[in-house]
């Protein structure tokens, strides 16, 4: 008998003797295996592509909310090497990749690093925008009235007719001597008191010339330029945004201006793109200062030029916290600042420009 057939009647004696119930068993142990196999790999870390996708969503929500313990039970969840290091080097990473500083990832990136303690020094230069040093613009002297002055000449000739005038008035008048007639004698009359003879005219003085307007210093002003206030304490509304107004003399709405930062580290906005004499500019995690450079008309303007207005905590003044409903007094905003209690990255001003003429 050779070897096939000796397995076929084995597996008979075996098929025989053995129960169906605990071939069953024997079966089911197989898919038990397996399915414990199946589990144990739901431990494992997802695949990068996924787990970057997953990041990048909980960036976005923490920018958005400042959660940053929601943040850690999500990033824990994804199961990975270690949390912290690798949300750090997705933000080099987007950096190297020339992301850009303006891309929403790795803004949402940089700040969920920043709150989880991983960001570098690199990675703030790289996102920083330069703080410009707002310089003081000098008040202009008036400008003196223009009074013409006389000439030699004129003096002389002024001088010549007032005493020849004088004289005229002062010099008696020349009486005719009357003619011998056969007159019968004059009878007696009253003889006139004497009168007040008026004095010479004095010279009147010229008038001056009247003195032109001057000129404003600037052809635009800054009449508003504060922190827009918190409703809740101890909360973050979660706006970023510059809002700008530009308005003429009379306080009217002007579109067509165009407003930057004294860096230029942003293309120039328009007013009129949000509405009627409004613009806006965005804040990621920097701080602007602005001014208008443009007219309506396409001509240059010049501009009084707004305090820097930032989204980090250590350049906002604690009296514009404290005015804001952020801080209850300067020394609760000095606690909240050294604790990072406050709202790093999420705040928003309104600024109006006024034209002078």
């Not at 987007?94 to 929403?104: L, R, V």
Request: glycine share 4%; net charge negative.
């Amino acid at each position: 008998m050779n070897n096939k057939s000796s397995a076929k009647v084995l597996l008979i004696i075996v098929m025989a003797i053995v129960p169906l119930s605990c071939l069953a068993l024997a079966i089911a142990g197989v898919f038990v295996g397996f399915g414990l196999t199946a589990a144990t790999s739901a431990s494992a870390p997802i695949d990068p592509d996924a787990a970057e996708g997953e990041i990048i969503s909980i960036a976005a929500q923490y920018a958005e909310s400042n959660d940053i313990e929601t943040a850690r039970q999500q990033l824990t969840a994804l199961n990975l090497p270690n949390t912290n290091q690798y949300v750090s080097f997705m933000v080099d990473r987007y950096i190297q990749e020339n992301a850009g500083k303006d891309d929403p990832n790795t803004q949402n990136l940089f700040l969920l690093a920043n709150a989880l303690g991983a960001s570098t020094q690199s990675m703030v230069e790289a996102l920083a925008s330069p703080t410009p040093t707002p310089t003081e613009t000098p008040i202009p002297s008036p400008t003196p009235a223009v009074v013409e002055e006389p000439t030699v000449e004129t003096a002389v000739e002024e001088a010549a007719v007032a005493e020849v005038a004088a004289e005229e008035a002062a010099a008696p008048t020349d009486t005719p001597e009357p003619t011998a007639t056969d007159t019968p004698p004059p009878t007696e009359t009253a003889i006139p008191l004497p009168t007040n003879t008026p004095a010479p005219p004095t010279d009147t003085p010229e008038p001056t010339a009247t003195p032109e307007p001057t000129k404003p210093p600037v052809d635009y002003v800054v009449t508003e330029a504060y922190l827009i206030p918190n409703p809740t304490y101890n909360s973050c509304p979660g706006a970023h945004q510059i809002f700008v107004n530009v308005v003429d003399a009379g306080g009217n709405p002007i579109d067509g201006v165009a407003v930057e930062d004294t860096f230029r580290a942003v293309p120039p906005h328009i007013s009129g793109d949000k509405g009627p004499g409004k613009l806006e500019f965005d804040l990621w995690n920097n701080g602007f200062s602005l001014e208008v450079t443009k007219n309506n008309d396409g001509s240059p303007a010049t501009s009084e030029v707004t305090p820097k207005l930032s989204s980090w905590d250590e350049d906002i003044p604690n009296e514009w916290l404290v005015q804001a409903n952020y801080c209850r007094d300067l020394a609760d905003c000095a606690a909240r600042k050294s604790n990072n209690q406050l709202c790093r990255g999420h705040y928003a001003y309104n600024v109006t420009f006024q034209r002078t003429h």
